[in-house]
């Protein structure tokens, strides 16, 4: 669970995040368990960071967004559920993650540990294409992102950046 503000001089900054899995625990949790954690996250943010509407669930998760939007039928929710758009290419995201690092542009919140944790891991393989590990919370944190990545820093340099990065001079 994460929490991105975009400041209205095109900085994106994760404020708030907590993650869990169901990894290494005894007794693994279901949608339905989720959905009431992600609640009192919601609330945890709004009362340190200001309301949030939208929330972006991994639309491959079919179970959890429809536990979502039952809760919100059955509770009157206000908050939107809504599955994320994952149309960006994976290389892509991280090109536009790293251009706006480089730009400062991209801010994380000290206390955010378990993404800068997996920031500082994350990487590509020894054939040079993204690894397929320690990205659940990196890719977790696109999904907010996403619809909303011509907000975030000078597009044009960023454009520029990338445009660099896939050219082979």
Not at 1 to 27: A, E, P
Not at 61 to 79: C, F, G, H, P, W
Not at 127 to 149: R, T
Request: hydrophobic residues 40%; aromatic residues 12%.
């Amino acid at each position: 669970m994460y929490l991105y503000g975009i400041t209205y001089d095109k900085k994106c900054v994760v404020l708030k995040t907590f993650s869990t899995n169901n990894k290494d625990r005894t007794v693994p949790f279901a949608p339905s368990d989720v959905i009431p954690r992600l609640v009192m996250f919601l609330e945890e943010c709004k009362e340190e960071w200001g309301f949030a509407r939208n929330v972006f669930i991994d639309s491959a998760d079919a179970a959890t967004i429809a536990e979502a939007q039952k809760s919100k039928r059955i509770s009157n929710l206000v908050y939107e559920f809504v599955g994320a758009w994952k149309k960006t290419k994976n290389v892509t995201r991280v090109q536009l993650q790293q251009s706006w690092l480089h730009t400062a542009d991209f801010l994380i919140v000290d206390k955010c540990q378990d993404y800068i944790d997996e920031m500082n891991v994350y990487g590509y393989n020894e054939n040079g294409e993204l690894e397929d590990a320690n990205d659940h919370v990196i890719q977790g944190c696109q999904y907010a992102w996403l619809p909303y990545k011509k907000e975030i820093g000078n597009w044009e340099v960023i454009k520029a950046i990338i445009k660099g990065a896939d050219s082979d001079e």
